[in-house]
């Protein structure tokens, strides 16, 4: 110990480790809890279990039962009587003082009901005399007072669409209510049968140019057969399967139909089961016969592509000459960034292809796209030498 044991006074120096190891020593067990039942409980430097000192000296009756512990607490409150109230309460009696609010100073009762007089004319004194409720609230409306009418009242002022939505009874203190929503009818069904669109694919039949089987449950032994017809089909242009459980083995014969059919330009395979790889070679088989304009295949069980699929579906595309629009999320800008310029250069040939035709039926395409028609301009003869002087300015009125 320091010299503190011997002089009696108090040391300003922090104690050392040995010094409190040693003070702890000299404490009796009662000393020590005593020690610990004097603990902050907001202390955020000790553990929550050490702020706690209440220690529960009962020996445990058993696993917790919630059910039986509420049923304990909702017999003893209702066992427990009430306060007694000494003073009982009468109703409509004032018990203390009655507070009242102080008295303005200066304040007169002649100038609280003061009013302005301005003389407005008499024409428009007698307009506003017999103007009813709802003129004026619609000249309110018009002055674009808006706190002193609600907002249906506001736009019947405005607007002349609303003069038939607006309760005249409501006055100055009519409340703003919420607008009615516009009931719509239910959707339909799609009643397209797909045993019918499979008999009309292996017809041939010339009327079948677009199916749609969106929102449609087709079985997976369906789907392969109308795929396995779509391979010889010459008719079909435009095929929409979306949110009709397309599995991956489905779409894996999807692609291989598209490596042998070149007449399907829309395809819609949205909200569906294909997985990442398998829509990789649904774009590769579509680099074969280089028919298809547009496709969409958002909204797939696998949210995320990843990094080396997309960067294979964006070289498929970008191989692909004839692709227009394609409806797939990427998830990285580099792919997107070059999906979308290639796209556009698809669109530029097509735009190109056009000028060109149209130069070519006009009979000149060398001259460019702001050539004049041919027979539009005149052919010019070499000038010659008139005989005598006056030929050249009479020469026009002999004509």
Known sequence: MTSTATTGKVNDAPLTDEEIEELLTKLTSEEIEKLLEDT????????????CTYVCEKAPTGPLNRKALLNYIYDQAKKTPDRVDH????????????????????????TADFELDIDLGEEIELALN???TQDMIDLAGIMGLHSMINQEQYHHAVNDKFDNEVDEDLGWDGITKAT?????????PNPTNPDEVLEKIKTQDEEQTEVNLNNVSVP????????????????????????????????????????????????NLSSNCITPKTLSKLLESCNIKESVKELSAHNQAAQVLGNRVEMEITKSIEKNKTLLKVGIHFEFNECRNRVAVHLQKNLD???????????????????????????????????????????????????
Do not use: Q
Request: contains cysteine; aromatic residues 8%.
């Open 87 to 110: 003073v009982p309460h009468v109703p409509g009696t004032i018990r203390g003082k009655k507070w009242e609010a102080p008295k303005r100073e200066g304040e007169d009762e002649d």
């Open 130 to 132: 017999e103007a009813s």
């Open 40 to 51: 902050d409980p907001d202390d955020a430097h000790m553990p929550p279990s050490s702020r």
């Open 180 to 188: 009615p929503l516009k009931v719509y009818p239910p959707e339909e």
């Open 349 to 399: 040939r097509i735009r190109l292809k056009r000028i060109a035709d149209r130069l070519a039926n006009r009979g000149n395409v060398t001259a460019g796209y702001f050539a004049p028609p041919p027979g539009s301009i005149l052919s010019w003869t070499k000038a010659t030498t008139p005989e005598s002087e006056y030929e050249y300015y009479y020469s026009d009125e002999e004509e």
């Open 220 to 267: 997976e032994k369906t789907f392969l057969e109308i795929f396995h017809a779509l391979a010889d089909n010459k008719v079909l242009t435009e095929l929409s399967v979306s949110n009709t459980g397309l599995t991956d083995w489905a779409a894996a014969n999807l692609a291989h139909t598209l490596e042998c059919n070149d007449t399907i330009e829309k395809l």
